[in-house]
């Protein structure tokens, strides 16, 4: 049969999906990459040509004023109409004109109950147009009266009015098509072409975004089929650490939970043998961590709470990395560095604290300069000691939950926004040589006001890439460093750039921050 087949640009990947279950028909797919302003006239040609017309529905579909300018050609034409749904959301909103004819579900997996559904329906339609006249010639139903879904007059306040209106409901291949047509225009110069070029390109990155968001869902259901069966968990575990690494905060359906089991707890902190149960009060969230057990005082150390996304462990982070004021306090206290018993939650820390016994000094020892030189077996014993001091689980962060209170929810590339300033930060373009007070730019701070993410010294965090149960200490694993140092081009400070050390690294540009388990 011959099959139309109407889809958002941005699902391609999911139309090219369902293509494989329908090979054996003739397939036309509405890609709209016709030259000129004639691609409206061939796009009628082929749903008057075309015996089923497929709608692939997607919150991008419904919102994209072209899937339903022929939607709405086909139903004037009378054609056999096969919903095909990809998005789960779009469920609850699809329009009257589809909602009464059922309609397949490709939200999961292209199962054989999905694949014989598509095709029992198919021949069904099949069966039906054999048992009647066939359809009118496009002439005789009057589709080449359709105007065309863009603007046909060389108006350019017209042209940016209806791009616009399509950019804010999310349908940028509409805009995108509008603005291009415009842009082939030589009546609109100066400013007016500027307006135009800079719109073109944003409408290009959201498009872009939308793209890569579509992409990363088939991925993703490709991945969770892959994770449920014991047999391919070498595979899942290869190919999810590396979807990870793109997307650390997406995990809607568990796959984590399928690989690795439920997510690990906080490790139990290190335990003198006549020591008391470490108590845990309530974490005072937003609030100056100065009050602890007994009395104790931090100054500087403020948690500041981090809004988290599904399946990720809800957490606070500190406002400032650790600064050599607060380690101080770590190396002078009898039962702080002194103590062997921090480094004892592995084998591999514990040689390397007998070896290293006198922690390296900071290269810069002003009190609120991130404290540097740091190994990463050093910073989990320091976030054991603080735990028991605060009675809070602190602990180095992930790369995920670094990210995530980087970036925020509108993924920028800097902590700041998308766009580099070296006045925001101390890289190698602000041209200081050396650590900064960590107070030095406010104006860097991170969309829940954490400073000092991108720049002025590396971070450990606890986990790394190549490392996925990020709660195993036990391991020498290589972790990751991340944010940046003063030395480091703006390249590295975007925000999901990750270096892997050995965790007895001590460079002098690798400092650590802390979070608040909650």
Request: aromatic share 10%.
């Amino acid at each position: 049969m011959k099959i139309f087949i109407c889809y958002a640009r941005v699902d391609k990947p999911f139309c090219k999906e369902f293509v494989k279950v329908i090979d054996n028909h003739d397939v036309f797919l509405d890609d709209r990459m016709y030259a000129g302003d004639d691609w409206w006239s061939i796009i009628l040609q082929r749903i008057a040509w075309c015996e089923v017309f497929v709608f692939l529905i997607s919150m991008n579909g419904l919102r994209s004023h072209y899937c339903n300018r022929e939607l709405q050609v086909a139903l004037k034409l009378g054609k056999a109409i096969l919903p095909v749904l990809v998005d789960a959301e779009a469920e609850k909103h699809i329009p009257a004109s589809l909602s009464k004819i059922q309609w397949a579900d490709m939200t999961g997996t292209v199962t054989d109950d999905v694949k014989n559904y598509v095709t029992r329906s198919l021949y069904e339609i099949e069966q039906r147009i054999t048992s009647r006249k066939a359809s009118p010639a496009p002439a005789q139903v009057g589709i080449g009266h359709e105007p065309p879904p863009y603007p046909t007059n060389d108006d350019p306040v017209t042209h940016i009015g209806m791009a616009s209106k399509a950019m804010e409901k999310g349908d940028f291949e509409r805009a995108r098509d509008i603005l291009m047509r415009l842009n082939r225009q030589n009546t609109i110069q100066g400013m007016q072409r500027q307006i135009v070029e800079d719109m073109i390109q944003h409408n290009d990155a959201l498009l872009a975004e939308q793209m890569t968001e579509r992409q990363r869902d088939m991925d993703y259901r490709i991945l969770y089929e892959l994770a449920q069966y014991p047999i391919n968990r070498a595979s899942a575990v290869k190919y999810f650490r590396d979807f990870q690494r793109r997307f650390p905060d997406y995990d809607p359906r568990g796959v984590t939970k399928l690989l690795f089991g439920d997510r690990p707890n906080f490790p139990a902190a290190p335990q003198a043998a006549s020591a008391a149960p470490m108590p845990t009060p309530r974490p005072q969230t937003g609030k100056l961590a100065t009050a602890g057990i007994q009395g104790f005082r931090m100054d500087m150390l403020e948690f500041l709470p981090v809004h988290t996304v599904s399946r990720m462990r809800p957490f606070e982070m500190a406002r400032y990395p650790i600064v050599n004021a607060q380690f101080n306090m770590f190396l002078r206290d009898p039962n702080g560095a002194a103590r062997t018993r921090w480094w004892s939650y592995s084998s591999y820390a514990q040689n390397y604290h007998q070896k290293n016994n006198q922690i390296r000094p900071s290269s810069n020892t002003g009190d609120t300069h991130p404290r540097d030189s740091i190994s990463w077996y050093d910073a989990v014993a320091f976030c054991y000691w603080l735990s028991e001091k605060l009675g809070k689980k602190v602990f180095l962060p992930t790369r995920a939950q670094r990210m995530r209170a980087a970036q925020g929810s509108d993924g920028r590339i800097f902590p700041w926004g998308s766009i580099f300033n070296k006045e925001l930060c101390n890289s190698r373009e602000s041209g200081r040589a050396s650590t900064t007070p960590v107070t030095m730019f406010p104006g860097g701070a991170s969309p829940y006001g954490i400073m000092d993410m991108s720049g002025n010294c590396w971070e450990w965090c606890v986990d790394a890439p190549s490392h996925n149960r990020p709660f195993d200490l036990k391991t020498n694993a290589k972790r990751a460093v991340m944010g940046g140092g003063f030395r480091s081009n703006q390249a590295q400070l975007v925000n999901d750039y990750t270096l892997e050390q050995a965790p007895d690294t001590q460079w002098p540009m690798i400092g650590f921050r802390v979070i608040v388990m909650l």
